[in-house]
C-alpha cells in the first residue's frame, strides 16, 4: 500500500509530537493515511518511550464518534499519550482548576509521566511506573506504581484509581507507603488525600464528601 497524499504532518516540539490533520480533506482518507503513518513510514519515532501528543484538526468539526475514530488509531502505539485534541468544539484551557486532561496509554517500569494540572489517564501504571502531577490523578485502570498529585505543593489534591494497589504514594510533600495488609486485600475504587497532614485512603464514591469542587468530577 502506498499513501502520495499528505493529509497528515507530524512534527516534533520540545515535550512530544503534533499531529496536524487536513481539516478540508475526506475523514476516511484522514484516517487511512494515518494509519499507514503509524504503521510504516514513521515507525522510528513511533516506537520506545512514551511520547505526549497533540492532535491539531484545524477547522474540522467532528462529532465523538469520529473523535474517537482517530483515537483508536493513535492508541494502537502503546507509547503514543494523547495530551490534546483542539478542534473548533473542544475545550482545552489548562488553565482553568477545574479543567482535566486526558492520557491514554500504560505506564510501564522505569516510566515517568509528568503533567500540569488535572489528570486523566485511560490505561494501568504498572509496577515501576511513576505518575506526577501538579493537579488532581485520575486513573481509569490499574495503579500499581508510584503517584505523585499535588506536585507543585497543592495539599487538597487527590489521586484516585478504578483499582487502587500502588507501591508508593504523594500528595504535595507527604509520602506515604502501603502497609503491609494492602497486598492481601482485594485492592478496588479507592482514592487518597490528606487530611490534618496525614494521609487517608477511601472509597470513590465518597470524592464529593471530601470537597465542593470535586462536584465537577462526579462524571469520572
Same mark, same amino acid.
Given at each position: 500500500?502506498?499513501?502520495?497524499?499528505?493529509?497528515?504532518?507530524?512534527?516534533?516540539?520540545?515535550?512530544?509530537?503534533?499531529?496536524?490533520?487536513?481539516?478540508?480533506?475526506?475523514?476516511?482518507? !484522514?484516517?487511512?493515511?494515518?494509519?499507514?503513518? !503509524?504503521?510504516?513510514?514513521?515507525?522510528?519515532? @513511533?516506537?520506545?518511550?512514551?511520547?505526549?501528543?497533540?492532535?491539531?484538526?484545524?477547522?474540522?468539526?467532528?462529532?465523538?464518534?469520529?473523535?474517537?475514530?482517530?483515537? %483508536?488509531? !493513535?492508541?494502537?502505539?502503546?507509547?503514543?499519550?494523547?495530551?490534546?485534541?483542539?478542534?473548533?468544539?473542544?475545550?482545552?484551557?489548562?488553565?482553568?482548576?477545574?479543567?482535566?486532561?486526558?492520557?491514554?496509554?500504560?505506564?510501564?517500569?522505569? %516510566?515517568?509521566?509528568?503533567?500540569?494540572?488535572?489528570?486523566?489517564?485511560?490505561?494501568?501504571?504498572?509496577?515501576?511506573?511513576?505518575?506526577?502531577?501538579?493537579?488532581?490523578?485520575?486513573? +481509569?485502570?490499574? @495503579?500499581?506504581?508510584?503517584?505523585?498529585?499535588?506536585?507543585?505543593?497543592?495539599?487538597?489534591?487527590?489521586?484516585?484509581?478504578?483499582?487502587?494497589?500502588?507501591?508508593? @504514594?504523594?500528595?504535595?510533600?507527604?509520602?506515604?507507603?502501603?502497609?503491609?495488609?494492602?497486598?492481601?486485600?482485594?485492592?478496588? +475504587?479507592?482514592?487518597?488525600?490528606?487530611?490534618?497532614?496525614? +494521609?487517608?485512603?477511601?472509597?470513590?464514591?465518597?470524592?464529593?464528601? @471530601?470537597?465542593?469542587?470535586?462536584?465537577?468530577?462526579?462524571?469520572?
Amino acid at each position: 500500500m502506498t499513501v502520495k497524499s499528505n493529509h497528515v504532518t507530524i512534527k516534533g516540539i520540545k515535550d512530544g509530537l503534533v499531529f496536524l490533520m487536513d481539516d478540508e480533506c475526506d475523514l476516511e482518507e !484522514l484516517l487511512s493515511e494515518l494509519r499507514y503513518k !503509524l504503521e510504516h513510514s514513521h515507525q522510528n519515532i @513511533l516506537s520506545g518511550p512514551i511520547i505526549h501528543v497533540d492532535i491539531k484538526l484545524g477547522s474540522r468539526v467532528v462529532t465523538e464518534e469520529q473523535k474517537d475514530a482517530i483515537l %483508536q488509531i !493513535l492508541k494502537k502505539k502503546g507509547n503514543l499519550l494523547i495530551r490534546s485534541i483542539e478542534s473548533p468544539d473542544a475545550k482545552n484551557d489548562l488553565n482553568d482548576a477545574k479543567a482535566i486532561t486526558t492520557i491514554t496509554g500504560i505506564i510501564r517500569s522505569g %516510566q515517568v509521566l509528568h503533567h500540569e494540572g488535572n489528570l486523566l489517564l485511560l490505561g494501568d501504571v504498572n509496577p515501576g511506573g511513576t505518575v506526577s502531577c501538579t493537579g488532581h490523578i485520575f486513573i +481509569m485502570g490499574a @495503579l500499581r506504581g508510584m503517584a505523585h498529585a499535588g506536585s507543585s505543593g497543592n495539599e487538597e489534591a487527590i489521586i484516585s484509581a478504578a483499582h487502587f494497589a500502588p507501591t508508593q @504514594l504523594r500528595i504535595a510533600e507527604v509520602i506515604s507507603r502501603p502497609p503491609d495488609e494492602w497486598e492481601k486485600r482485594e485492592a478496588g +475504587m479507592e482514592f487518597a488525600y490528606l487530611q490534618n497532614g496525614q +494521609m487517608q485512603i477511601d472509597k470513590t464514591s465518597n470524592i464529593v464528601r @471530601l470537597h465542593r469542587d470535586f462536584n465537577a468530577f462526579k462524571g469520572v
